[in-house]
T-cell receptor, first 115, second 113 residues
Framework: AQKVTQAQTEISVVEKEDVTLDCVYE???????LFWYKQPPSGELVFLIR??????QNEISGRYSWNFQKSTSSFNFTITASQVVDSAVYFC????????????FGKGTRLSVIA | DTGVSQNPRHKITKRGQNVTFRCDPI?????LYWYRQTLGQGPEFLTY????????KSRLLSDRFSAERPKGSFSTLEIQRTEQGDSAMYLC???????????FGPGTRLTVT
């Protein structure tokens, strides 16, 4: 069975601090995809990144970076120099096989960035 | 191109009534998914379609729930004889078969009184 664990329920940081959101997953599949989504107060889930199980390269996109480590089944997300607009709930998700299958989500981490 | 749209955005209904939600996916997206999200939880998968074919239904989807995608474009989710436990945000997402990012709509918030 697939499972995604986001152990941090809520995190609060001061603006400009760096923050890392943890994600640990479980799957028996050798081929799978990992995702991060952002859910701002407006409620609509926004796609941030997709990673397949064969690509362990870290990725950076502006202030966002992702660290994928198969050895520890983790796919962590770091925001550098956080801003108030980063305040949201962030979800990590897993999809088996081709990745075009239903997502299994973690419970999310609520990030509050204080000015 | 517009994103995924859902109607209505909010629905308040009395227990025992039937409700129907609509989802319009991004144009030409083959796959359409329905999820349910309750407060403080991540979305949970309900069912999904490839074109008009319903490929999978979650155990969460009781026989009071039915979904259709008759022409492979928009989809409807109907809940019959609503219960208070059905109160949740119902999310729709779509994707291209060749690309597996799912794009979500704004959701329909259902409140059963």
């Amino acid at each position: 069975a697939q499972k995604v664990t986001q152990a941090q329920t809520e995190i609060s940081v001061v603006e400009k601090e760096d923050v890392t959101l943890d994600c640990v997953y479980e799957t028996r599949d050798t081929t799978y995809y990992l995702f991060w989504y952002k859910q701002p107060p407006s409620g609509e889930l926004v796609f941030l990144i997709r990673r397949n199980s064969f690509d362990e390269q870290n990725e950076i996109s502006g202030r966002y970076s992702w660290n994928f480590q198969k050895s520890t089944s983790s796919f962590n997300f770091t925001i550098t120099a956080s801003q108030v607009v980063d305040s949201a709930v962030y979800f990590c998700a897993l999809s088996e096989d081709s990745g075009n299958t239903p997502l299994v989500f973690g419970k999310g981490t609520r990030l509050s960035v204080i000015a | 191109d517009t994103g995924v749209s859902q109607n209505p955005r909010h629905k308040i209904t009395k227990r025992g009534q039937n409700v129907t939600f609509r989802c319009d996916p991004i144009s030409e997206h083959n796959r359409l998914y329905w999820y349910r999200q309750t407060l403080g939880q991540g979305p949970e998968f309900l069912t999904y379609f490839q074109n008009e074919a319903q490929l999978e239904k979650s155990r969460l989807l009781s026989d009071r729930f039915s979904a259709e995608r008759p022409k492979g474009s928009f989809s409807t989710l109907e809940i019959q004889r609503t219960e208070q436990g059905d109160s949740a945000m119902y999310l729709c997402a779509s994707s291209l078969l060749s690309h597996n990012e799912q794009y979500f709509g704004p959701g329909t918030r259902l409140t059963v009184t």
